[in-house]
């Protein structure tokens, strides 16, 4: 687990990899869901970084406390979004706006709209709403840059 937790919060792209890389086989060997290779490395790379930039921005106090910490988040992750009993489940929202800066406001404002609106199925986990969320982002960055390109 030490070797996990000094992967994860890395500044070396490459060690956070080897970080996510354990995240993604937990998650495969969970058998929830089937992607092709390319959905598996986005789920990856989301899940990774929703758990990385969360305890950037909320250190853990030693490696005891960011075991017990990372248990509730990925046990959150892998919930039912009506599991997450914040209002408008924000504790969920939360998790997917931190991977955002600041001054990402388009990404940020989406992220809210999603959840203001209410589209979202609380049936799935918190992590395939939010996975949900951020192809849908993707999915019009990339409609705009086609269009832009035109």
Same mark, same amino acid.
């Given at each position: 687990?030490?070797?996990?937790?000094?992967?994860?919060?890395?500044?070396?792209?490459?060690?956070?990899?080897?970080?996510?890389?354990?995240?993604?086989?937990?998650?495969?060997?969970?058998?929830?869901?089937?992607?092709?290779?390319?959905?598996?490395?986005? #789920?990856?790379?989301?899940?990774?970084?929703?758990?990385?930039?969360?305890?950037?921005?909320?250190?853990?106090?030693? #490696?005891?406390?960011?075991?017990?910490?990372?248990? @509730?988040?990925?046990?959150?992750?892998?919930?039912?979004?009506?599991?997450?009993?914040?209002?408008?489940?924000?504790?969920?929202?939360?998790?997917? #706006?931190?991977?955002?800066?600041?001054?990402?406001?388009?990404?940020?404002?989406?992220?809210?709209?999603?959840?203001?609106?209410?589209?979202?199925?609380?049936?799935?986990?918190?992590?395939?709403?939010?996975?949900?969320?951020?192809?849908?982002?993707?999915?019009?960055?990339?409609?705009?840059? @086609?269009?832009?390109?035109?």
């Amino acid at each position: 687990m030490e070797r996990f937790y000094r992967w994860l919060l890395s500044t070396s792209w490459t060690e956070r990899m080897r970080a996510y890389a354990f995240i993604e086989k937990d998650l495969r060997m969970r058998d929830d869901w089937v992607f092709d290779d390319d959905k598996w490395e986005e #789920l990856k790379l989301l899940t990774g970084q929703i758990i990385s930039i969360h305890f950037k921005r909320y250190p853990a106090k030693g #490696l005891h406390d960011f075991t017990e910490r990372l248990k @509730v988040l990925y046990t959150l992750l892998l919930n039912k979004l009506s599991s997450d009993k914040s209002s408008g489940h924000r504790v969920s929202m939360r998790l997917l #706006l931190d991977i955002y800066d600041d001054d990402n406001i388009a990404a940020r404002q989406e992220i809210r709209n999603m959840f203001g609106r209410r589209e979202y199925d609380e049936s799935l986990t918190v992590l395939e709403n939010l996975f949900a969320c951020y192809e849908k982002m993707m999915e019009a960055i990339q409609s705009r840059y @086609v269009v832009a390109m035109g």
